[in-house]
């Protein structure tokens, strides 16, 4: 593939790459888009609210059970793994080349496959915190809890994502934006970036070589150097060689 080889040479001519991903990359693992069509029917078919008022800050405070209910079904899956595309971009930062991942998933898939310098923009699954006493609990503590999660001093345990009507971690922020700035290549995969306020880091960069890999068209198109229209895996897959 000719947009794969270019790929490849941007990579080769870069010495501060950063990755910007979305849930296209997560989808390639058997993680189901939430945000996508199919999820947003499945969401008011099962619940009768769409994912955007079942994941809302309002919702949780009122409604924690119905919540929790949809919560664990839709974004705690389990039995998945790093897919090609996390396991390149892995191996891209062990070569030296990738600086820093960006992510708006919150699936934790790209540590597991072995990446270290990571911003999740929307939280992880990971770290769940007791709203009273602050104490930390495990995906897998949360998933396997009759009803709402609650901590050993009675408090109900709340996921470290990012729901809507809550704000970014302006830490977590700065320092995506900060990457984004020094980076002299941008590869951005997965994602339509249409949603905000995450697309609009791509404002950010200042490099020579900006790279898109997404199935479908993008409102950054006419601002990038390579725009690759297949799965980000099978893409980063085959131009890092993993």
């Not at 080769?12 to 069509?37: L, M, N, W």
């Not at 949360?142 to 729901?163: E, F, H, M, Q, T």
């Not at 229209?229 to 897959?237: H, I, T």
Request: glycine letters at 12%; aromatic letters at 8%.
């Amino acid at each position: 593939m000719k947009s794969v080889e270019m790929l490849r040479e941007m990579i080769a001519a870069s010495q501060y790459i950063v990755f910007f991903g979305g849930a296209g990359v997560s989808t390639e693992s058997g993680i189901p888009d939430f945000r996508s069509e199919a999820g947003h029917f499945a969401a008011i078919r099962r619940f009768g609210e769409p994912p955007e008022t079942l994941l809302s800050r309002a919702y949780f405070m009122a409604r924690p059970e119905k919540f929790y209910e949809y919560y664990k079904s839709a974004l705690l899956v389990a039995d998945v793994g790093p897919n090609r595309a996390h396991l390149a971009l892995a191996k891209l930062e062990e070569r030296g080349k990738l600086r820093a991942v960006v992510t708006q998933n919150i699936d934790g898939l790209h540590q597991a496959a072995g990446s270290r310098c990571v911003y999740e923009l929307h939280g992880g699954i990971s770290r769940n915190f007791c709203m009273a006493c602050g104490r930390e609990y495990g995906a897998a503590q949360i998933k396997n809890s009759p009803g709402v999660p609650r901590c050993a001093c009675g408090g109900v345990v709340k996921p470290d994502v990012v729901l809507y009507g809550e704000g970014l971690d302006q830490e977590v922020l700065r320092g995506a934006t900060a990457h984004i700035g020094k980076a002299d290549m941008l590869i951005v995969g997965g994602t339509s970036l249409v949603v905000y306020p995450a697309a609009g880091l791509v404002n950010y960069f200042r490099g020579s070589r900006l790279a898109l890999i997404n199935q479908s068209e993008t409102p950054y198109d006419y601002r990038a150097d390579l725009v690759v229209r297949a799965p980000v895996g099978e893409v980063l897959g085959e131009a890092v060689g993993v």
